[in-house]
């Protein structure tokens, strides 16, 4: 008995601790994500939450139009007005560096997200030449980064505005990156990102996408120039995300609040579904803790300009390239039959005459739900007797 009831207490300490843990880790969440972290926010007020992309356009002497989608889907190339995203794809230049693992990965990003690239390298610790992809030292390591941006910097100088990095789990919408970044000056130092904390200053985690101004490439490019200098130079870490964060940070480039202005994320660690479905990610993820800027979880955990998702397999990219580029919503129309509210018949009078030709109006229904009685009723009535020849000689004669 004695033996059974320590048992029974040492289960209910146990029991209590587990739930103390529970409980703990529950309240620290809802603490990281309502109370300021002030030693660090207060460094890093720049936000980047609403681009001046309007302003950016009419200092250009350019506008934004809407078109009809009937016009874009329907028309010929010949007639087919230019779009604002080939309009940003020939004037901001995008260089997409991606680190892949495998060789259907590579695969899938090539065939999917990397088309809307300017231009494209892929990095990895295999050989390719089909994709292709080229040989680094471990790609989460900063040397197998620091050859694959040395490559990229003294081949492709003058090329490009921007560097995306990003590993073959991501999905990058490019264009939304494009707009985003329209309206900055990319000689200038940007360090775009979800920001992470670490210590006493941030960084931009590596699984959200990282991107970098040609102005921030250019100052690790004056640190690490060379194959040499990445083979024998100390890095500030091991991982590369971290030591892109540290050396910008000895040129006071910091991570900025990259969220749009409802605080949805831009730059997404997760999948779009565990975004989206609340109490996948767990409690305990370093996401709650180590994030600096937040998002709810659900239907406003994202942008509606979202840049980056990650934890894809290749199956996934086929789909999400196929949702962002080959599925469409009819719903503008130039005659609003795509947008327009529907009337609703059963609310409507049958027992009225049917439409006109001259009565139609563009952009409603061409048919109109009539009594039937009534038309066969109609008709009777229109309808007269057929007339003898006699009758019809008559009428010619004598008639009025």
């Known amino acids: 008995m004695e033996l059974c009831g320590a048992f029974q207490n040492r289960f209910f300490l146990f029991s209590c601790a587990c739930l103390s843990g529970i409980l703990f880790a529950l309240v620290w969440r809802k603490y990281e994500q309502t109370v300021q972290i002030s030693s660090i926010r207060n460094h890093y007020t720049s936000a980047l939450r609403k681009p001046n992309y309007n302003e950016w356009l009419r200092k250009q002497n350019l506008s934004s139009i809407f078109i009809p989608e009937e016009i874009l889907r329907y028309d010929g190339d010949i007639n087919k007005p230019e779009s604002e995203s080939a309009f940003l794809y020939k004037n901001i230049q995008v260089l997409c560096l991606i680190f892949v693992n495998s060789h259907n990965g590579a695969e899938a990003v090539k065939q999917t997200w990397a088309k809307h690239c300017n231009i494209v390298t892929f990095f990895g610790r295999f050989v390719d030449e089909k994709i292709p992809v080229m040989k680094v030292p471990p790609v989460t390591s900063f040397e197998g980064f620091c050859y694959a941006f040395t490559h990229v910097y003294h081949k492709y100088e003058g090329q490009f505005d921007w560097v995306i990095i990003a590993d073959d789990y991501t999905y990058a919408i490019i264009e939304n ?26 960084y931009n985690i590596g699984s959200a996408g990282i991107v970098l101004s040609k ?29 892109i964060g540290k050396i910008l940070h000895v ?33 305990f993820s370093s996401y709650w803790r180590a994030s600096a800027f ?51 018949q059963s609310k409507s009078n049958l027992n009225t005459k049917p439409i006109s030709n001259e009565e139609e109006q563009v952009g409603e229904p061409f048919v109109q739900l009539v009594d039937r009685n009534w038309v066969r009723s109609s008709n009777r009535r229109k309808q007269k007797p057929q007339k003898t020849i006699v009758e019809n000689i008559w009428d010619e004669l004598f008639g009025s």
Not at 184 to 194: A, D, Q, R, T, V
Not at 221 to 236: I, L, M, N, Q
């Open 215 to 243: 102005g921030s490439l250019s100052l690790l490019h004056s640190v690490y120039s060379t194959a040499d200098d990445c083979r024998f130079k100390r890095p500030p870490s091991w991982y590369f995300d971290q030591s």
């Open 177 to 202: 990156l494009r707009y985003y970044v329209a309206s900055l000056n990319s000689s200038f130092p940007y360090y775009l990102g979800h920001p992470v904390k670490d210590f006493s200053s941030l």
């Open 294 to 344: 937040l998002s709810e979880e659900g239907m406003n955990c994202c942008s509606d300009r979202a840049i980056t998702f990650h934890g894809l397999l290749p199956s996934k990219h086929y789909l999400m390239e196929f949702l962002q580029y080959h599925l469409n919503v009819f719903r503008n129309s130039l005659q609003g039959i795509g947008n327009k509210q529907v009337k609703d």
């Open 251 to 283: 040129f006071s480039v910091h991570p900025v609040d990259t969220r749009d202005s409802y605080l949805r994320g831009r730059f997404n660690p997760f999948s779009v579904e565990t975004m989206l479905i609340p109490g996948s990610i767990s409690v």
